[in-house]
Nanobody
Framework: QVQLVESGGGLVQPGGSLRLSCRASGSIFSINAMGWYRQAPGKQRELVAAITRDGSTNYADSVKGRFTISRDNAKNTVYLQMNSLKPEDTAVYYC?????????????WGQGTQVTVSS
């Protein structure tokens, strides 16, 4: 079992920045990939960004060039730096860790953190 603790969400104006953090504990030996999904009201949950243990990354087209995912393996922590935020980035952001396969992460979910982009 993996436990995930997220932090860093909040309210930001368009064009602003936020950094999300997610620390994993428990059965961390099972973790290969770490990443972030998001779900906006009335929409399906989607993968925003993922990073594997060797540093390979995947991004949704909508965030490429604005968001950067990174991880600190020693701290079992993944970060999502979000710049140039847009109102359409408003969503609950969920950390997920596990195995990266077929374009998604299979494993454990965090509890979610709200990101609201609004003036």
């Amino acid at each position: 079992q993996v436990q995930l603790v997220e932090s860093g969400g909040g309210l930001v104006q368009p064009g602003g920045s936020l950094r999300l953090s997610c620390r994993a504990s428990g059965s961390i030996f099972s973790i290969n990939a770490m990443g972030w999904y998001r779900q906006a009201p009335g929409k399906q949950r989607e993968l925003v960004a993922a990073i594997t243990r060797d540093g390979s990354t995947n991004y949704a087209d909508s965030v490429k060039g604005r968001f950067t995912i990174s991880r600190d393996n020693a701290k079992n922590t993944v970060y999502l730096q979000m710049n140039s935020l847009k109102p359409e980035d408003t969503a609950v952001y969920y950390c997920k860790t596990g195995i990266f396969r077929n374009g998604g992460i299979f494993g454990s979910w965090g509890q979610g953190t709200q990101v609201t982009v609004s003036s």
